[in-house]
C-alpha cells in the first residue's frame, strides 16, 4: 500500500488556476499508475485524469481536456494536477489514488475500481 496526501485545493473565482499536489510515502511510488477523481455533493466519484507509471501517457475526462494537465515527479514521490480556465461545474472534493496494478508500463486506468490506494481529498471551490 502506498499512503497519499493531497494539499492545494481552495476557493478560486471562476477563470483563476489551482495546482493540487498529492504526496506520496510508503512503497515504490514509481512503480504505480496515478489518478485523480473528484466527486461534487450528492454525486458519484468521477474520473478526471490518470498518468502512468513514468509519465509518458495521459488521459483525461472530456470536461477537463485542453484545461487539466496531469503529471508526476517520480524523484519526489509527487503527482500533480494543474488546473486551468476553472468553472463552477469543477467545484467538489478532489482524490487523488494509487493504481491496484504495479509495474504495468505505460498504462494508466480510468476505472475508480482499479484504484487501491486513496488520499483523503481536497476541497476546490470555484465561485462564479
Known amino acids: 500500500q502506498v499512503q497519499l496526501v493531497e494539499s492545494g485545493g481552495g476557493l478560486v473565482q471562476a477563470g483563476g488556476s489551482l495546482r493540487l499536489s498529492c504526496a506520496a510515502s510508503?512503497?515504490?511510488?514509481?512503480?504505480?499508475?496515478m489518478g485523480w477523481f473528484r466527486q461534487a455533493p450528492g454525486k458519484d466519484r468521477e474520473f478526471v485524469a490518470a498518468i502512468s507509471r513514468f509519465g509518458g501517457t495521459t488521459s483525461y475526462a472530456d470536461s477537463v481536456k485542453g484545461r487539466f494537465t496531469i503529471s508526476r515527479d517520480n524523484a519526489k514521490n509527487t503527482l500533480y494536477l494543474q488546473m486551468n480556465i476553472l468553472i463552477s461545474e469543477d467545484t467538489a472534493v478532489y482524490y487523488c489514488?494509487?493504481?491496484?496494478?504495479?509495474?504495468?508500463?505505460?498504462?494508466?486506468?480510468?476505472?475508480?475500481?482499479?484504484?487501491?490506494?486513496w488520499g483523503q481529498g481536497t476541497q476546490v471551490t470555484v465561485s462564479s
Open positions: 489514488a494509487a493504481s491496484l496494478s504495479r509495474y504495468s508500463g505505460s498504462r494508466y486506468y480510468t476505472g475508480v475500481d482499479e484504484y487501491g490506494s
Open positions: 510508503g512503497r515504490t511510488f514509481s512503480s504505480y499508475a
